[in-house]
């Protein structure tokens, strides 16, 4: 899955300040967050359609 940040943000990780480094992390947190929604959504749509299909 990768840190989650954004290629700019890795670029301009070295020269941020640590409240704009805290800002990505949290950022990152809520990427990661949306991804796991993402994928409980698509394996519960997968078991669904195993299911119907037994």
């Known amino acids: 899955m990768g840190c989650l ?3 700019t943000e890795r670029q301009k990780w070295n020269d941020m300040m640590p409240a704009e480094k805290m800002r990505v992390l949290d950022l ?3 990427r990661k967050e949306k991804v796991a929604a993402i994928l409980k959504q ?3 749509q997968l078991k669904e359609q195993q299911n119907s299909e037994s």
Do not use: N
């Open 5 to 7: 940040r954004s290629r």
């Open 28 to 30: 990152c947190k809520l």
């Open 42 to 44: 698509q394996q519960a």
